[in-house]
Antibody, heavy 115, light 105 residues
Framework: EVQLLESGGGLVQPGGSLRLSCGAS????????MSWVRQVPGKGLEWVAS????????YYAESVKGRFTISRDNSKNTVFLQMDSLRAEDTALYYC????????WGQGTQVTVSS | AIQMTQSPSSLSASVGDTVSITCRAS??????LGWYQQKPGKAPKVLIY???TLQGGVPSRFSGSGSATDFTLTISSLEPEDFATYYC?????????FGQGTKLE
């Protein structure tokens, strides 16, 4: 059974940093693209970033490019999202997803950016 | 970036009804279009991928069609558990983009 468990969310001041982690199990982690998607409570879904299985390719939404960095450790079946220069508009529930033809989602971790 | 225009934004229906939700892409996404269902407080769940392929375990009352720029999700004979929010997602090209969502109530 596929399991994705996000962690690392919390309350941070504007301009601050957070590092999200997503631990994966139940599939051959290194062979899957992994992504982060966020959702403001009560609003729609926004794709944030993706990373290829071998970590040689990364992709970002314009809204986070230059501030967020996606990475992975295939030896630990974990994908990360380093979030720097955080803004109030980054406040959202952040989902980790396994991607091959479709997204399979974790349960999310809440990030709140507020002073 | 490819823009996905989903309609309607909300839909009122009753158990037993058949409903359709559409997504239009601003440029071709071939068949790289998925449909996701989200219930309150839960993560989205895939229903359909590659425009028309039903994910395993998803009831056959859900169906998808379309290609290039126009796509439709049809739910036949609505069941009580189908009242949720639905999103389309194009995974043809980065940045991946979602439709705005359709709340079925």
């Amino acid at each position: 059974e596929v399991q994705l468990l996000e962690s690392g969310g919390g309350l941070v001041q504007p301009g601050g940093s957070l590092r999200l982690s997503c631990g994966a199990s139940g599939f051959t982690f290194y062979s899957y693209m992994m992504s982060w998607v966020r959702q403001v409570p009560g609003k729609g879904l926004e794709w944030v970033a993706s990373i290829s299985g071998s970590a040689d390719l990364t992709y970002y939404a314009e809204s986070v490019k230059g501030r967020f960095t996606i990475s992975r450790d295939n030896s630990k079946n974990t994908v990360f999202l380093q979030m720097d220069s955080l803004r109030a508009e980054d406040t959202a529930l952040y989902y980790c997803a396994k991607v091959r033809r479709f997204f399979e989602w974790g349960q999310g971790t809440q990030v709140t950016v507020s002073s | 970036a490819i823009q996905m225009t989903q309609s309607p934004s909300s839909l009122s229906a009753s158990v037993g009804d058949t409903v359709s939700i559409t997504c239009r892409a601003s440029q071709t996404v071939r068949s790289d279009l998925g449909w996701y269902q989200q219930k309150p407080g839960k993560a989205p769940k895939v229903l359909i991928y590659a425009s028309s392929t039903l994910q395993g375990g998803v009831p056959s009352r859900f169906s998808g069609s379309g290609s290039a720029t126009d796509f439709t999700l049809t739910i036949s004979s609505l069941e009580p558990e189908d009242f949720a929010t639905y999103y389309c997602l194009q995974d043809h090209d980065f940045p991946y983009t979602f439709g705005q969502g359709t709340k079925l109530e």
